[in-house]
Nanobody, 118 residues
């Protein structure tokens, strides 16, 4: 499975960005997709997760500002990020969790840089 992420960039605080991540080459149905991020010197953290039926989960720090969604027909996950803050600066990675597909490992995209200037 290949995950191709796009949509990162440089934005001022208070601005918006939309990340996209398309999965291809899977032989299984993609039921859950997620976004993680990793800031310099910090551990990778789960930002948001969405299931194919639309249930979502967010880390507390992005609730009310970020929206995750999934296009099941395209196996594509989106992350709409509004009211961005400098502390949102990180490399963002899309993910298919191992537990969602019965795999022994997670699937990761290549990462896309999001930089929020103050």
């Amino acid at each position: 499975v290949q995950l191709q992420a796009s949509g990162g960039g440089l934005v001022q605080a208070g601005g918006s960005l939309r990340l996209s991540c398309a999965a291809s080459g899977s032989t299984f149905r993609v039921n859950v997709m997620a976004w993680y991020r990793q800031a310099p010197g910090k551990e990778r953290e789960l930002v948001a997760l969405v299931s194919s039926v639309g249930s979502t989960q967010y880390v507390e720090s992005v609730k009310g500002r970020f929206t995750i969604s999934i296009d099941n027909a395209k196996d594509t996950v989106y992350l709409q990020m509004n009211s961005l803050k400098p502390e949102d600066t990180a490399v963002y990675y899309c993910n298919i969790p191992r537990w969602a597909v019965g795999s022994s490992y997670d699937y990761w995209g290549q990462g896309t840089q999001v930089t929020v200037s103050s």
